[in-house]
């Protein structure tokens, strides 16, 4: 068991990514705070995983939500060690001139203002431990334009970067920051991005993907001293290399 109740608060837990690292991480003995906007889907999964977890309603864009989460933890738990930032939203899918401006923002607030808000409310906790991870789901789009992404890719963009910020600023107090950027993944997220067919991801095939348990996985060894190396980067999961280390392929 890696973790020794080590407690972790997950965005974005109803489903994919998030549900299925929630589920890796108590396989490795860890404690699950299961955070989203749909709380019947993560009060379900809380029900599956058990006494290692429990379910918050948050939504990341809500400053005051992020920290009642995190209260919440503390109350259950009596710590927290780890956040994974997932929570992030594919829609509108739209090329800008077409683009919602309420909407446009609305996906940066998820996105970008979300994880920030996740990393300002677990500092106190963390630095008072004088540890912690924070690790942020990433994308090849904060890297790269994309068409009819602007929203996405400058969301992605800027959390990158709040990452690199992170670990400028807190490595020094025992916290580690980690961004990983994991490719397609099977999830509901590609089957949005499909029927838009609007750009070549939209043109990918189911099989293209990698399955979402393959990325809790690398979230779950990005925990581990062996990820230390790549403190304030970005990991890509598309790397041969990578998969092996985290034992996903021979």
């Known amino acids: 068991m890696m973790f020794e109740n080590d407690v972790a608060l997950i965005t974005g837990a109803s489903r994919g ?24 889907e993560i009060e379900q999964l809380a029900k599956e995983l058990g006494p290692s977890a429990i379910a ?15 209260d919440r933890a503390i109350a259950a738990f009596g710590r927290l060690d780890i956040l ?21 923002a609305s996906a940066i607030n998820i996105n970008l203002t ?4 996740a990393i300002h409310a677990v500092l106190p906790v963390m630095r008072k431990a004088g540890a912690g991870t924070v690790l942020t789901v990433s994308s090849g789009a904060a890297h790269h334009p994309i068409e ?27 916290i580690r920051a980690i961004g990983l950027s994991p490719g397609t993944v099977a999830t509901q997220m590609q089957r949005d991005i499909k029927a838009s067919g609007i750009n070549p991801v939209s043109k990918l095939e189911w099989s293209d993907h990698i399955p979402p348990d393959w990325v809790a996985r690398a979230l779950v060894w990005m925990c581990s001293n062996d990820a230390d190396e790549f403190l304030g980067a970005e990991i890509s999961l598309r790397e041969d290399a990578i998969r092996r280390r985290v034992g996903l392929i021979q």
């Open 17 to 40: 990514i998030g549900a299925q690292a929630a589920r890796e991480f108590v396989k490795a003995g860890a404690k699950v705070v299961l955070c989203a906007r749909s709380t019947r």
């Open 114 to 117: 979300g994880v920030y808000n």
């Open 56 to 70: 918050v309603g948050c939504d990341v864009s809500r400053h005051d939500q992020v920290l009642g989460a995190v």
């Open 84 to 104: 994974i930032n997932n929570a992030g939203v594919i829609q509108p899918i739209a090329r800008l001139a077409d683009s919602d401006p309420g909407l446009w």
């Open 148 to 174: 009819a992404w602007s929203h996405y890719c400058a969301s992605k963009a800027g959390a990158a970067m709040l990452m690199r910020c992170l670990d400028l600023e807190e490595r020094e107090n025992g």
